[in-house]
């Protein structure tokens, strides 16, 4: 139990251009989930919190009109990186709270190059 | 505010030895408490995490970790590594909401034939 999808798992894509990342609670529902990025040998760090239905409580210096986050559903949230950058490049991880709300699962991770 | 420290950035231990992985946690409260191994190129997967109760936690993988108030420890172990085990392993502090997880810097394990 508590599977956490990400897809896609990969993605290369052009300066300027904008690329959507999914993330799935596969076998429960999850009202709240979150988006990390973790740059090269380094640990997670918190981009944002979405709650379902409500609007993303980002972290102190994470733009939110670059990183669009959608949570529509109990199972799927998805991350949109607008006019993506080369700097931009970095993994992706997205995490769901479990059922009892307090242990979060996490998904595969999207690794996105912009180049 | 709380924060993780795992002082240990790289260790390497040989198959078959046993591993201590350090974590030293600071939170005003009582922790929840929560150790994370991810693999290459993958996400995290829950190993152990601690609430209450029983001080001693066993895990996934035959890890077990132990919590300890009066050192703000939570360290990991594990009695035999298998080279099944080498990756990047996170421990992490959360509130107890659930919504603030924060996390250590990190340790890789590699582990010798």
């Known amino acids: 139990g508590a599977v956490v999808s990400q897809h896609p798992s990969w993605v290369i894509c052009k300066s300027g251009t904008s690329v959507k990342i999914e993330c799935r609670s596969l076998?429960?529902?999850?009202?709240?989930m979150f988006w990390y990025r973790q740059f090269p040998k380094q640990s997670l760090m918190l981009m944002a919190t979405?709650?379902?239905?409500?609007?993303?409580?980002?972290e102190q210096g994470v733009e939110k009109d670059k990183f669009l986050i959608n949570h529509a559903s109990l199972t799927l949230s998805t991350l949109t990186v607008t006019s993506a950058h080369p700097e931009d490049s970095s993994f992706y991880i997205c995490?769901?709270?479990?059922?009892?709300?307090?242990?979060?699962?996490f998904g595969p991770g999207t690794r996105l190059t912009v180049l | 505010a709380q924060s993780v420290t795992q002082p240990d950035i790289h260790i390497t231990v040989s198959e078959g030895a046993s591993l201590e992985l350090r974590c030293n946690y600071s939170?005003?409260?009582?922790?929840?408490l929560f150790w994370y191994v991810q693999s290459p190129g993958q996400g995290l997967q829950l190993l152990l995490k601690?609430?209450?109760?029983?001080?001693l936690v066993q895990g996934i993988k035959g890890f077990e970790a132990e919590f300890k108030r009066s050192q703000s420890s939570f360290n990991l172990r594990k009695p035999s590594v298998h080279w099944s085990d080498a990756a990047e392993y996170f421990c992490?502090?959360?509130?107890?909401?659930?919504?603030?997880?924060?996390f250590g810097g990190g340790t890789r394990l590699m582990v010798k034939p």
């Open positions: 995490s769901a709270m479990g059922v009892r709300g307090d242990t979060q699962y």
């Open positions: 979405s709650n379902e239905g409500s609007k993303a409580t980002y």
């Open positions: 076998d429960f529902q999850a009202t709240t």
């Open positions: 939170y005003g409260a009582t922790p929840y």
């Open positions: 601690y609430f209450s109760g029983d001080t």
């Open positions: 992490a502090v959360g509130n107890n909401a659930g919504n603030m997880l924060t």
